[in-house]
């Protein structure tokens, strides 16, 4: 088991090491682990997303779980659907004005910091810039069988209908 101090700080050198971890992974995103191991409660990371990084949408229904992303560095765009796989509603994160163009399904014309979802909505989040740095809380424990369910209507990661899919979601 991997042993972290008691406290832990979150520097600019933290995020750029995070950073240059997630260029040199095939799925252009990495996470740094605050808590200690699988059982912990609540899991707290940093997750680091290269633009074009796909995260499937998903959602933690069971056991129910709340997620909470801030974004540290760059934007990032948080969208939630329904059950058929419609966006209902997406929303840019950030620090300050958001540079570029607004993607098509953002239906909040203002720029968060952060959000919090409750449990059971289907979401993804995707980096807006070259790189988006989120620090994320979600309950713990986790275990890989029934931490996501992912929907049928989400393209499988890797996958070329991936690359489309999120493309629709930024245009």
Same mark, same amino acid.
């Given at each position: 088991?991997?042993?972290?101090?008691?406290?832990?700080?979150?520097?600019?050198?933290?995020?750029?090491?995070?950073?240059?971890?997630?260029?040199?992974?095939?799925?252009?995103?990495?996470?740094?682990?605050?808590?200690?191991?699988?059982?912990?409660?609540?899991?707290?990371?940093?997750?680091?997303?290269?633009?074009?990084?796909?995260?499937?949408?998903?959602?933690?229904?069971?056991?129910?779980?709340?997620?909470?992303?801030?974004?540290?560095?760059?934007?990032?765009?948080?969208?939630?659907?329904?059950?058929?796989?419609?966006?209902?509603?997406?929303?840019?994160?950030?620090?300050?004005?958001?540079?570029?163009?607004? $993607?098509?399904?953002?239906?909040? %014309? +203002?720029?968060?910091?952060?959000?919090? /979802? *409750?449990?059971? =909505?289907?979401?993804?989040?995707?980096?807006?810039?070259?790189?988006?740095?989120?620090?994320?809380?979600?309950?713990?424990?986790?275990?890989?069988?029934?931490?996501?369910?992912?929907? $049928?209507?989400?393209?499988?990661? %890797? +996958?070329?209908?991936?690359?489309?899919? /999120? *493309?629709?979601? =930024?245009?």
């Amino acid at each position: 088991m991997d042993r972290r101090p008691c406290v832990q700080t979150i520097t600019e050198e933290l995020i750029d090491a995070v950073v240059a971890q997630a260029r040199q992974s095939a799925r252009r995103r990495k996470n740094y682990n605050f808590h200690t191991g699988d059982q912990d409660n609540p899991h707290r990371f940093l997750n680091a997303l290269l633009h074009g990084s796909y995260v499937r949408p998903h959602r933690h229904l069971t056991p129910p779980k709340a997620e909470s992303f801030l974004v540290l560095r760059g934007h990032a765009a948080a969208f939630v659907f329904d059950d058929h796989g419609v966006v209902v509603s997406g929303h840019i994160l950030g620090q300050g004005a958001y540079p570029g163009r607004r $993607p098509s399904h953002v239906t909040d %014309g +203002s720029v968060a910091r952060g959000i919090d /979802l *409750a449990p059971g =909505l289907w979401h993804c989040v995707a980096a807006l810039t070259p790189v988006a740095v989120c620090y994320e809380v979600k309950p713990g424990p986790w275990d890989p069988a029934t931490d996501k369910e992912f929907p $049928p209507w989400a393209p499988d990661e %890797g +996958s070329a209908e991936a690359v489309r899919y /999120l *493309a629709t979601l =930024l245009g």
